[in-house]
């Protein structure tokens, strides 16, 4: 009886849940999405040859010690209790690169020059609006995803792949000593998601979910595991996308296979995140690990299969 009840418990846990299906879906939207945009920024056909694919590396330093100052700025306000000063700073960033995102989507509208003004104003504004004075998990979602694949596009034109490859290594190592070691990443989380700061996705089981504080520092029971809400920090999808997005451009006319394997390894190590891993985890180990494997199988598929 207790063996058959476990074994229910266990395959309970190891089936994924609506919350983690829908994480998935937009993993994959916003790799979609960002190389739609580099396709749009770096012309009709990709190719490496627009750009060194290893040109990236002293971006890559800069991204991680941006990163790295952000995370002590972030904990150092939120124990002095004024974490709310910050929530202009990411909401006005995140905004600036919705702009960006829309500005270049709707140059290839076909409309006049007046839309055009008015239809890349009018979406950051609302963003900004609903950000701002709306506190709904749903408005920070749509804006983390357009933020997550604008900064894959942008980045992943800008690193190259082989920077990309050396930036999600070191942002995963990272990630695994920020939650696991440090642990200030749980304060971030808990910050942010406090304070209605946008840097996490709220994805809950029900649609009229309203938010209501986040402890990720007291030890779970079983009945917590089970939580109606998952909670992913915009990075664990923008930041493995970098690598999907420029592996795709560095694919030059077999893009297909570069942009393709990096992502399945995307979905394939997240679905490993959400099965096997226990809450709260780091998300790039895996995610990254599962995007880095697929452009390796992606750069020997072609090397070997295809020449």
Same mark, same amino acid.
């Given at each position: 009886?207790?063996?058959?009840?476990?074994?229910?418990?266990?395959?309970?846990?190891?089936?994924?849940?609506?919350?983690?299906?829908?994480?998935?879906?937009?993993?994959?939207?916003?790799?979609?999405?960002?190389?739609?945009?580099?396709?749009?920024?770096?012309?009709?056909?990709?190719?490496?040859?627009?750009?060194?694919?290893?040109?990236?590396?002293?971006?890559?330093?800069?991204?991680?010690?941006?990163?790295?100052?952000?995370?002590?700025?972030?904990?150092?306000?939120?124990? !002095?209790?004024?974490?709310?000063?910050?929530?202009? +700073?990411?909401? @006005?960033?995140?905004? $600036?690169?919705?702009? /960006? &995102?829309? %500005?270049?989507?709707?140059?290839?509208?076909?409309?006049?020059?007046?839309?055009?003004?008015?239809?890349?104003?009018?979406?950051?504004?609302?963003?900004?609006?609903?950000?701002?004075?709306?506190?709904?998990?749903?408005?920070?979602?749509?804006?983390?995803?357009?933020?997550?694949?604008?900064?894959?596009?942008?980045?992943?034109?800008?690193?190259?792949?082989?920077?990309?490859?050396?930036?999600?290594?070191?942002?995963?190592?990272?990630?695994?000593?920020?939650?696991?070691?440090?642990?200030?990443?749980?304060?971030?989380?808990?910050?942010?998601?406090?304070?209605?700061?946008?840097?996490?996705?709220?994805?809950?089981?029900?649609?009229?979910?309203?938010?209501?504080?986040?402890?990720?520092?007291?030890?779970?029971?079983? !009945?917590?595991?089970?939580?109606?809400?998952?909670? +992913?920090?915009? @990075?664990?999808?923008? $930041?493995?996308?970098? /690598? &999907?997005? %420029?592996?795709?451009?560095?694919?030059?006319?077999?893009?297909?296979?570069?942009?393709?394997?990096?992502?399945?390894?995307?979905?394939?190590?997240?679905?490993?995140?959400?099965?096997?891993?226990?809450?709260?985890?780091?998300?790039?180990?895996?995610?990254?690990?599962?995007?880095?494997?697929?452009?390796?199988?992606?750069?020997?598929?072609?090397?070997?299969?295809?020449?």
């Amino acid at each position: 009886m207790n063996i058959t009840n476990g074994r229910r418990k266990l395959e309970e846990k190891r089936n994924l849940q609506l919350p983690e299906i829908t994480a998935i879906l937009l993993f994959m939207a916003s790799a979609m999405a960002g190389m739609f945009i580099a396709y749009l920024l770096n012309g009709i056909e990709p190719s490496s040859s627009s750009g060194n694919p290893s040109n990236g590396f002293g971006l890559v330093l800069y991204y991680i010690i941006a990163v790295v100052l952000m995370s002590a700025v972030i904990v150092y306000f939120s124990k !002095k209790h004024k974490i709310g000063i910050l929530k202009y +700073l990411f909401v @006005g960033s995140m905004v $600036l690169i919705i702009f /960006l &995102v829309t %500005s270049i989507l709707a140059a290839f509208l076909p409309i006049n020059i007046y839309e055009y003004y008015a239809i890349s104003f009018a979406v950051p504004l609302l963003f900004l609006y609903a950000l701002l004075f709306k506190n709904h998990w749903l408005v920070s979602d749509a804006a983390g995803l357009i933020t997550s694949a604008g900064l894959a596009a942008f980045w992943g034109i800008d690193v190259g792949v082989y920077a990309a490859l050396t930036l999600l290594a070191l942002f995963a190592i990272y990630d695994y000593i920020a939650v696991y070691k440090t642990k200030h990443m749980l304060t971030i989380a808990e910050a942010s998601a406090n304070s209605s700061i946008p840097l996490f996705f709220i994805i809950p089981k029900k649609a009229n979910f309203k938010f209501q504080g986040l402890d990720l520092h007291k030890e779970e029971d079983e !009945k917590k595991e089970k939580s109606d809400v998952l909670i +992913l920090g915009f @990075g664990d999808i923008a $930041l493995p996308n970098v /690598l &999907v997005v %420029s592996s795709y451009l560095y694919g030059g006319v077999n893009w297909f296979y570069f942009a393709l394997f990096p992502l399945i390894g995307g979905i394939i190590g997240m679905t490993l995140l959400f099965l096997y891993v226990k809450r709260p985890a780091p998300g790039l180990p895996l995610i990254n690990g599962g995007v880095m494997l697929g452009f390796a199988f992606a750069f020997f598929f072609v090397l070997l299969a295809l020449k």
